[in-house]
Nanobody, 115 residues
Framework: QVQLEESGGGLVQPGGSLRLSCKASRTPFSAAGMSWYRQAPEKERELVASMTIERTRNYADPVKGRFTIYGDMAKKTVTLEMNSLKPEDTAIYYC?????????WGRGTQVTVST
């Protein structure tokens, strides 16, 4: 069973930065797409950033210019660099990977932006 594990969440003050990482294991196959989602309390899960196998990157409007996604499809690792964090970025962040047509999710990592 493919497993995705996120790391790097935590508590940060407004204006600060965090780096989230995610790695897939238990599969010899490369990823064909990677993305990060987030879910704030009492809100639906939303797409934050995505990267295709052609390295096309897309970002949700609220994070454009502040977040950067990058990764290695063969190594099945993806990173989300988050800068100029705001209280409204507080959420559980999940990574997702497309591997051989199947979508796999991590368990999530908490990001809290607060004074």
């Amino acid at each position: 069973q493919v497993q995705l594990e996120e790391s790097g969440g935590g508590l940060v003050q407004p204006g600060g930065s965090l780096r989230l990482s995610c790695k897939a294991s238990r599969t010899p196959f490369s990823a064909a797409g990677m993305s990060w989602y987030r879910q704030a309390p009492e809100k639906e899960r939303e797409l934050v950033a995505s990267m295709t196998i052609e390295r096309t990157r897309n970002y949700a409007d609220p994070v454009k210019g502040r977040f950067t996604i990058y990764g290695d499809m063969a190594k099945k690792t993806v990173t989300l660099e988050m800068n100029s964090l705001k209280p409204e970025d507080t959420a559980i962040y999940y990574c997702k990977m497309n591997i051989r047509g199947e979508h796999y999710w991590g368990r999530g990592t908490q990001v809290t932006v607060s004074t």
